[in-house]
């Protein structure tokens, strides 16, 4: 089985090569910072490729280094290192490069392209970051539903094919928010409109999606939570042919673009 990032994760979610798992979260809720801490995790055994359609393959070095030398990834993003900083880096350069993950920037990219990329690069894990902005086959116009469905099923066939991991990135529909009651600090009743946790049927433009997994795995921004400076979040496995259902709390380490398991 491939090692997540997660531990308690690795109990539950038996991902293998030849497997497709979907991470699907809202706009900014972090699906990015949790592919890429996995990617690093497989990456220590595994021959790892991340294609990237919105993020620079730079950027997303920098948050890479954030995770693993714990140095603030704002300070990186502002060129602000010490010279502690530096020196932190230059120490920790084995862990660094220690990793077999090729950044791709994807743009522009089809599945096809994602496919022959892989195989010339003989990639054992891919991540596909995102789904819905993969380009349809060159010269073809498709309509957003057809072009989901058919990089889907694309990817599926690969994985099928050559046992290769597809970890693949989906935005969701974001529903419309709902009101809950709550009560402040004083402890009086209070009233705030709250987005909904996600489920499968938000997974944007492609029932296929949801066919094709393996796994599907849901990240959300606790509820409970929100508007507070520390947010923590749910790890939610709605799909798993190899095991049970399951839901994680974790916190995100901004600052340290990491995801951690809740201590309880």
Same mark, same amino acid.
């Given at each position: 089985?491939?090692?997540?990032?997660?531990?308690?994760?690795?109990?539950?979610? %038996?991902?293998?090569?030849?497997?497709?798992?979907?991470?699907?979260?809202?706009?900014?809720?972090?699906?990015?910072?949790?592919?890429?801490?996995?990617?690093?995790?497989?990456?220590?055994?595994?021959?790892?490729? /991340?294609?990237?359609?919105?993020?620079?393959?730079?950027?997303?070095?920098?948050?890479?280094?954030?995770?693993? =030398?714990?140095? $603030?990834?704002? !300070? #990186?993003?502002?060129?602000?290192? =010490?010279?502690?900083?530096?020196?932190? #880096?230059?120490?920790? *350069?084995?862990?660094?490069?220690?990793? %077999?993950?090729?950044?791709?920037?994807?743009? +522009?990219?089809?599945?096809?392209?994602?496919?022959?990329?892989?195989?010339?690069?003989?990639?054992?894990?891919?991540?596909?970051? /995102?789904?819905?902005?993969?380009?349809?086959?060159?010269?073809?116009?498709?309509?957003?539903?057809?072009?989901?469905?058919?990089? $889907?099923?694309?990817?599926? %066939?690969?994985?099928?094919?050559?046992?290769?991991?597809?970890?693949?990135?989906?935005?969701?529909?974001?529903?419309? *928010?709902? *009101?809950?009651?709550?009560?402040?600090?004083? +402890?009086?009743?209070?009233?705030?409109?709250? =987005?909904?946790?996600?489920?499968?049927?938000?997974?944007?433009?492609?029932?296929?999606?949801?066919? !094709?997994?393996?796994?599907?795995?849901?990240?959300?921004?606790?509820?409970?939570?929100?508007?507070?400076?520390?947010?923590?979040?749910?790890?939610?496995?709605? %799909?798993?042919?190899?095991?049970?259902?399951?839901?994680?709390?974790?916190?995100?380490? *901004?600052?340290?673009?990491?995801?951690?398991?809740?201590? =309880?």
């Amino acid at each position: 089985h491939l090692d997540c990032a997660i531990l308690q994760l690795n109990e539950v979610l %038996k991902t293998e090569l030849g497997n497709i798992v979907i991470i699907g979260a809202y706009p900014g809720d972090g699906k990015t910072a949790l592919a890429l801490q996995c990617a690093a995790r497989f990456g220590r055994k595994h021959n790892v490729g /991340y294609f990237s359609f919105e993020s620079k393959s730079s950027r997303l070095y920098d948050r890479h280094v954030a995770r693993e =030398t714990l140095i $603030s990834s704002s !300070d #990186i993003n502002d060129n602000k290192l =010490t010279e502690e900083d530096f020196k932190t #880096i230059i120490a920790l *350069k084995d862990k660094l490069s220690g990793t %077999k993950v090729t950044l791709i920037d994807a743009v +522009g990219m089809t599945a096809l392209d994602i496919v022959a990329y892989s195989q010339a690069q003989h990639f054992d894990v891919i991540f596909v970051d /995102y789904l819905q902005q993969v380009e349809p086959p060159h010269g073809v116009l498709m309509k957003d539903f057809e072009r989901v469905t058919s990089v $889907s099923r694309e990817l599926q %066939k690969f994985a099928v094919r050559t046992n290769t991991a597809v970890i693949s990135l989906s935005q969701l529909s974001r529903p419309d *928010k709902v *009101k809950v009651k709550y009560k402040d600090q004083s +402890g009086k009743d209070q009233v705030r409109s709250i =987005t909904p946790p996600p489920t499968m049927g938000d997974l944007r433009s492609s029932g296929q999606i949801e066919q !094709d997994a393996d796994a599907i795995l849901l990240l959300a921004n606790d509820v409970t939570t929100q508007n507070r400076p520390e947010k923590h979040y749910h790890c939610s496995l709605e %799909k798993n042919k190899e095991g049970d259902l399951w839901t994680l709390p974790i916190t995100f380490d *901004k600052e340290h673009q990491r995801f951690l398991e809740v201590i =309880t």
